[in-house]
Nanobody, 115 residues
Framework: QVRLAESGGGSVQTGGSLRLSCSVY????????LDWYRQAPGKERELVAA???????NYADSVKGRFTVSRGDEKYTVYLQMNSLKPEDTAVYYC?????????WGQGTQVTVSS
């Protein structure tokens, strides 16, 4: 079993920055990376960034150049640094881990960007 714990959401103005973190607990050795998703009100959940523990990253076009995924000193903590935030970035952000057909989600953290 894997458990994900997120933190770091909040409210900022346009152009501000936030850093989210996701820590993995439990059977951590099963997974090889974490993904960040977000879901805005009335919209489907969408992939924001994908990260593997060997350092590969992939970003949605809407966040390229503004968001950065990185690993902390502790292998199973992953950060999502969000800069130049826009109102359209407002959403609940989730981290996701997967192993085979098993998928685990964090509890979500709210990010609100005001104009």
């Amino acid at each position: 079993q894997v458990r994900l714990a997120e933190s770091g959401g909040g409210s900022v103005q346009t152009g501000g920055s936030l850093r989210l973190s996701c820590s993995v607990y439990g059977s951590r050795s099963l997974i090889n990376g974490l993904d960040w998703y977000r879901q805005a009100p009335g919209k489907e959940r969408e992939l924001v960034a994908a990260f593997t523990f060997d350092g590969r990253t992939n970003y949605a076009d809407s966040v390229k150049g503004r968001f950065t995924v990185s690993r902390g000193d502790e292998k199973y903590t992953v950060y999502l640094q969000m800069n130049s935030l826009k109102p359209e970035d407002t959403a609940v952000y989730y981290c996701k881990a997967q192993w085979a057909q098993h998928i685990w989600w964090g509890q979500g953290t709210q990010v609100t960007v005001s104009s």
